[in-house]
């Protein structure tokens, strides 16, 4: 636990960091930190107990941030994509990867639309609704590597039970 908070006490200057498993570090030791990391532009978490406070920090404090990687699969519940983007943008994004998200069309299209230059996009560990004809097709024609889940959702199923069925499945493997 000390070494998480020298990274994070003498790092101002860092540009990529990966956190994998760190569920001893606090969700206010997270925030407090991420804020000192402007000039971030590589994130990697993994978190269990992440809040979207964190998150929203992030796209608030790394305005520099090319990649991210939010890594909830192992959590017990699912953060809507939307309430974690929210009218956030992060118009420097050239690669995203969401595991452990419920991502709706909304949600989709904040994606869309608050990254403009988004490259890559990985949603395989969502939950996702299935997608009109035209918002796949725009995603597909903005997004060069676009990876989504193997099987879509009715719009009707509940979040807990689509939860249910991709571990029943196999699919958050």
Known sequence: ?????IIFYRASNLRRL??????EVSDKVFTDSVKKF??????????????????????LSCPL??????DRSKSNFYYNALSVLGNRRMPRL???????????????????DGCPLLESLDLRKCIIPRLSQNL????????????????FFDDDLD???????????????
């Open 136 to 151: 796949e097709r725009r995603c597909r024609q903005k997004i060069t590597d676009l990876k989504f889940p193997k099987y």
């Open 159 to 173: 979040v807990d039970d689509a939860y249910v069925l991709m571990n029943f499945q196999g699919l958050d493997n």
């Open 38 to 59: 402007s000039l971030l532009e590589e994130l990697d978490i993994s978190f269990k107990n992440l809040s979207k406070t964190s998150i929203e920090v992030i796209g």
């Open 94 to 112: 050239r690669h995203l990867l969401f595991s452990g998200l419920e991502l709706g069309h909304d949600g989709l299209l904040a994606v869309l």
């Open 18 to 23: 990966r956190l994998f498993h760190c569920d």
């Open 1 to 5: 636990m000390l070494f998480i908070f």
């Open 65 to 70: 941030l090319k990649s991210l990687n939010l």
